[in-house]
């Protein structure tokens, strides 16, 4: 089992960048892949990002490709969202999400691929 803790979050304007981290305790870091969703208000959530337990594979929406950067420190159990040019449409609650894979290059895109989740870091971009 792993617990997962989101930090970072807050209210920036729209062109700025922000960071957002996921910290992680229990099992060995390196073994989950993990993953990066968002929800905003009456919306469902989505996939935003994903990375390998390798670091090697990494996917992207095409809604934040180009914008958004994710990549882990398996050293610091940890797993950053980089996010520049933010929008105000970018504006929800960020979940960190995490599965124990044996494969080390697969990267998880579906909420139901993931088993554990974070409480989530509200993001607030202002036009």
Not at 97 to 114: C, E, F, H, K, Q
Request: hydrophobic share 35%.
């Amino acid at each position: 089992q792993v617990q997962l803790v989101e930090s970072g979050g807050g209210l920036v304007q729209a062109g700025d960048s922000l960071r957002v981290s996921c910290a992680a305790s229990g099992r060995p870091f390196s073994m989950y892949a993990m993953g990066w969703f968002r929800q905003a208000p009456g919306k469902e959530r989505e996939f935003v990002s994903g990375i390998s337990r390798s670091d090697v594979n990494k996917y992207y929406a095409d809604s934040v490709k180009d914008r958004f950067t994710i990549s882990r420190d398996n050293a610091k159990n940890t797993v950053y969202l980089q996010m520049n040019n933010l929008k105000p449409e970018d504006t929800a609650v960020y979940y960190c999400a995490a599965d124990l894979r044996p494969n080390a290059w697969t990267v998880l895109t579906s909420i139901g691929s993931y088993t554990y989740w974070g409480q989530g870091t509200q993001v607030t971009v202002s036009s």
